[in-house]
C-alpha cells in the first residue's frame, strides 16, 4: 500500500512539472517575440548629427560603404551648417580618380570658393545631378538626398580604416563646434546647448570677411 501511495505521489508530481514545462516553453518565446528591436538612432553631437553607420573624414565629409566597394560620399551635417546657403557646387566628372584627402567637389558661395575632401580613393561612378538645379539639397539633407557622388573603390577596406567612426567621429564633432565657438564667440546662440539642434545656416552668423577663411581650416582644404 504504502509503495502504491509512493508511486501515485511521484506520479503526480512527474505530471505537475510536465505541465509546468509545457506553459513555459510556451509562454517564454512569446514573451521574448514582444519585446521591440532597437532602431539605431544618429548620434547628436554639440547639436551636430553625427550617425553611426558612416565614417568620416577630419575634412567633415563622410563615406557610406554600400558593397565592397561602392561607396557613396557627402558632407556632414557640420559642414553643411557651416557652409551656409551655397549656390553651387562643383562636382568632379563620372570617371574621374580621386585620391583620399584631395578634393571632391568645390563650394561656391558669393563669389567665393571653397574646396572639400574626399574620404575615400577610386573612380566616380556616379554624381547627384539633382545638386545641379538645386545645390541646398546638401545643406538641407546632407546624409540624404544631398549626397555628392559615389565611388568605384577597388581599396576601400583599407581606405576606411585611415576615417574616422563611432566614439572617435562624435569626439572630432564636438571638438569643431568648440573650436568654431571660440573663434567665433557670437556664434553661442548659434551653436546648440543642453542637447539641442544648432541652426541650420550657422554661416549665417558668420561675417563674410571671416567665412571663407574659418571653411577652409575645417574642411582642411
Given at each position: 500500500?504504502?509503495?502504491l ?15 509546468y ?39 567633415h ?138 541652426v541650420?545656416?550657422?554661416?549665417g ?17
Amino acid at each position: 500500500m504504502t509503495v502504491l501511495l509512493v508511486l501515485s505521489t511521484f506520479g503526480i508530481f512527474l505530471l505537475i512539472d510536465y505541465f509546468y514545462s509545457r506553459k513555459h516553453a510556451v509562454v517564454q518565446p512569446a514573451v521574448q517575440a514582444a519585446k521591440p528591436v532597437p532602431r539605431l538612432a544618429p548620434s547628436l553631437v554639440a547639436g551636430f548629427q553625427v550617425p553611426e553607420n558612416l565614417r568620416y573624414h577630419p575634412g567633415h565629409t563622410w563615406a557610406l560603404s554600400e558593397s565592397p566597394n561602392l561607396v557613396r560620399v557627402g558632407m556632414d551635417d557640420f559642414a553643411s551648417k557651416l557652409a551656409g546657403k551655397i549656390e553651387s557646387i562643383t562636382l568632379p566628372q563620372r570617371g574621374q580618380w580621386l585620391r583620399q584627402g584631395q578634393k571632391v567637389c568645390t563650394l561656391h558661395r558669393d563669389g567665393i570658393a571653397v574646396d572639400m575632401l574626399s574620404p575615400i580613393e577610386g573612380s566616380v561612378s556616379d554624381i547627384n545631378d539633382g545638386l545641379g538645379s538645386d545645390p541646398e539639397l546638401a545643406r538641407e539633407d546632407p546624409y540624404g538626398e544631398g549626397w555628392l557622388i559615389t565611388v568605384q573603390s577597388p581599396d576601400a577596406k583599407t581606405n576606411f580604416k585611415n576615417l574616422l567612426g563611432g566614439a572617435l567621429a562624435r569626439w572630432w564633432t564636438e571638438e569643431s563646434a568648440g573650436r568654431l565657438q571660440r573663434k567665433m564667440p557670437t556664434l553661442l546662440g548659434a551653436l546648440a546647448q543642453d542637447g539641442g539642434v544648432a541652426v541650420e545656416n550657422v554661416a549665417g552668423e558668420i561675417p563674410d570677411k571671416d567665412w571663407a577663411a574659418l571653411a577652409k581650416e575645417f574642411f582642411l582644404s
